[in-house]
């Protein structure tokens, strides 16, 4: 079992940075693929970075594509995002994600049906 608890959010500018956390508990967290889905106001939730169980393999969407950075700490049993040039499209719950224990080792899940465990979001608010 792993529960995932997200931090780092808040309300910053246009051009502004933000460092997601999403930490996990339990003692498998090395054996989960991870990845950040991000859900705006009336909209449906939507795929933002995966990163593999080594942590050698990431996957981005295009639209965060060289302002985002995915990372792993297994150690710590946290996961990043550090994301650069925010902008108001950015503005969302974003959520982290575990897959099944186990799986991914050299893949970067992009899909939600590819993850099993769901922290409860952190709000990103980016202002113009």
């Known amino acids: 079992q792993v529960q995932l608890v997200e931090s780092g959010g808040g309300l910053v500018q246009a051009g502004g940075s933000l460092r997601l956390s999403c930490q996990a508990s339990?003692?498998?967290?090395?054996?989960?693929?991870m990845g950040w889905f991000r859900q705006a106001p009336g909209k449906e939730r939507k795929f933002v970075a995966a990163?593999?169980?080594?942590?050698?393999?990431?996957y981005y969407v295009d639209s965060v594509k060289g302002r985002c950075t995915i990372s792993r700490d297994n150690a710590k049993n946290t996961m990043y995002l550090q994301m650069n040039s925010l902008q108001p499209e950015d503005t969302a719950v974003y959520y982290c994600?575990?897959?099944?224990?186990?799986?991914?080792?050299?893949?970067?899940?992009?899909?939600?049906?590819?993850?099993?465990?769901w922290g409860q979001g952190t709000q990103v608010t980016v202002s113009s």
């Open positions: 339990g003692r498998t967290f090395s054996r989960n693929a």
């Open positions: 990163i593999s169980r080594s942590g050698s393999y990431t």
């Open positions: 994600a575990a897959s099944r224990d186990g799986t991914y080792y050299y893949e970067a899940p992009e899909n939600e049906y590819e993850y099993h465990y």
